[in-house]
């Protein structure tokens, strides 16, 4: 009975001093208004939202590092402000929660910032869409520094790939800033996704009644000594079609860099020009016959006329 008694005195002092001290202290603050209006700001209040801050600063930590931790140190310090924004956005979310804990409307908020942000998003929609762009880019690997690429036409290097946007270098030296939704919603050409090596070709016409043998001869014989051509895989020859005005032929060889792809091709048809003329292979030129009819009443009725 003793040991009740002692029990159940500790039991009250914990439940009526201890406790109802802390919630005492909890309850230390400003109070505004009366009723449901009332507007609470105390000292648990405010612990709550300390507390709610580490709490969510500690998840999107978490979270970063179980997303990022199969990532390159670069690509990690491209998540830096994807994850600020989205730290911004939790800060957000927990100011409200405690409003309304508080006591505090937040409906017209609510509804203010809904507004607010439909505007926002409209006018950055694409902005939106190129973040979006890099975080794909970077999470899949679809495109590395050094790939050469081709977007409207135009082709270069990849030098350097941020979150909203993606540099390569031209062959003309220029830089060219692709926005980087263009990746998600256009097509694009990467020579090197799967490897360096590009298959390229050459095409040419010859006059009809040419050796077609010799033609495929000196085009292999083209492309044998050029620089920057592959021994493996082998060159060959393609006869292509029978064109209106020339038969039409195809070196096709194999490179390891697509971005000097011009300047190969270029050596290629000069060394083509010479081994036709060296050898009598005309490279001809489009040619149409022309036939012209004249009409013999009218010539008739002109020369009445002369007479007259």
Not at 176 to 198: A, G, L
Request: glycine share 6%.
């Amino acid at each position: 009975m003793q040991e009740e008694k002692v029990t159940e005195k500790i039991s009250e002092v914990v439940k009526e001093d201890i406790w109802g001290a802390i919630q005492d202290f909890l309850e230390l603050g400003v109070h505004f208004g009366e009723g449901e209006k009332q507007i609470d700001i105390t000292v648990g209040l405010l612990i709550l939202v300390v507390f709610s801050f580490v709490i969510a600063s500690f998840l999107l930590k978490w979270i970063r590092i179980l997303f990022t931790r199969k990532m390159e140190e670069t690509d990690k310090l491209k998540f830096i402000s994807v994850f600020k924004f989205i730290k911004y956005v939790t800060y957000i979310v927990v100011v409200f929660a405690v409003l309304s804990v508080a006591g505090i409307n937040i409906t017209p908020f609510l509804a203010a910032s809904a507004a607010l942000l439909v505007g926002v998003g409209l006018a950055l929609q694409d902005l939106f869409q190129d973040i979006i762009g890099g975080i794909f880019i970077i999470v899949d690997k679809s495109l590395l520094v050094g790939d050469v690429i081709e977007v409207d036409g135009k082709v270069g290097r990849v030098i350097d790939i941020k979150l909203r946007t993606t540099r390569a270098l031209t062959r003309d030296d220029k830089i060219v800033i692709i926005p980087n939704h263009k990746f998600i919603s256009d097509t694009i050409f990467n020579y090197t996704q799967n490897h360096r090596t590009t298959r390229e070709f050459v095409r040419v016409g010859v006059a009809y009644g040419s050796d077609t043998r010799l033609v495929e001869k000196l085009l292999l014989e083209s492309v044998a000594t050029q620089k920057g051509v592959l021994k493996n895989p082998k060159p060959f020859v393609m006869f292509e079609d029978f064109g209106d005005s020339a038969l039409i032929f195809s070196v096709l060889f194999f490179i390891n860099d697509s971005f000097v792809d011009p300047r190969i091709k270029s050596e290629i048809r000069f060394r083509i020009d010479g081994l036709f003329r060296e050898n009598n292979i005309t490279i001809p030129f489009p040619q149409r016959d022309v036939h012209i009819f004249t009409n013999s009443l009218n010539t008739d009725l002109t020369s009445n006329m002369g007479k007259d």
